[in-house]
């Protein structure tokens, strides 16, 4: 079973749409979850982190935990054409060690 | 140069070649990292060093071998790979162990394309 299991997509929306992005996780010892967003030709780069069940917003950006069900969510509104990028999920199980489990990613596409 | 640089940006081998991925973090960071991303695939972790130390090495084939001479340079030693070895290899680094959360800043990766 995979630690952190994703759709990778890809998700076509207009502009202004609000998007969802999903991960499920299998371990009950995450407790920390971040949102890594990759734009094309680069590498992945922290978009958000939350450590808690509940949400945290920052900007047009909410992240969502559900820890009964083990699930993370990442909404988008009033999405943008810049907000075209690949989307991944990120599970520490130790928050302060080194490994990470990613998911795939979901590809976004943002349509003027 | 900012951030964690990478070069090659892009590489093409045979399967009988050797060459090497650079990796250098502008950062002041102790933790540095090797990812693979294939299409459709997690990222993989590959290999974790801290402080210079080898940390983690993670099932990975002795075809990559890596090095870290200090804390702001890791390299990737390849040599007989396999077309299968094609893909993103990112490299990243962070703080260190112990901070609040780790945090890891990733270069743009060298796209490697084995023949």
Request: charged content about 20%; proline content about 7%; some cysteine.
């Amino acid at each position: 079973q995979k630690e952190v299991e994703q759709d990778p997509g890809p998700l076509s929306v207009p502009e202004g749409a609000i998007v969802s992005l999903n991960c499920t996780y299998s371990n009950s010892a995450f407790q920390y979850f971040m949102w890594y967003r990759q734009y094309s030709r680069k590498g992945p780069e922290l978009l958000m982190y939350t450590y808690s069940s509940g949400n945290k917003e920052d900007g047009r950006f909410t992240a969502q935990v559900d820890k009964s069900s083990k699930y993370i969510s990442l909404f988008i509104r009033d999405s943008q054409p810049s907000d075209s990028a690949t989307y991944l999920c990120a599970n520490p199980p130790d928050p302060t060690g080194n490994q990470f489990y990613f998911g795939t990613g979901t590809s976004l596409t943002v349509i003027p | 140069e900012t951030g964690v640089t990478q070069t090659p940006r892009h590489l093409v081998m045979g399967m009988t070649n050797k060459k090497s991925l650079k990796c250098e973090q502008h950062l002041g960071h102790n933790a540095m990292y090797w990812y693979k991303q294939s299409a459709k695939k997690p990222l993989e972790l590959m290999f974790v060093y801290n402080f210079k130390e080898q940390t983690e090495n993670n099932s990975v084939p002795s075809r990559f071998s890596p090095e870290c001479p200090n804390s702001s340079h890791l390299f990737l030693h390849l040599h007989t790979l396999q077309p299968e070895d094609s893909a993103l290899y990112l490299c990243a680094s962070s703080p260190s162990r112990g901070t609040l959360y780790n945090e890891q800043f990733f270069g743009p990766g060298t796209r490697l394309t084995v023949l």
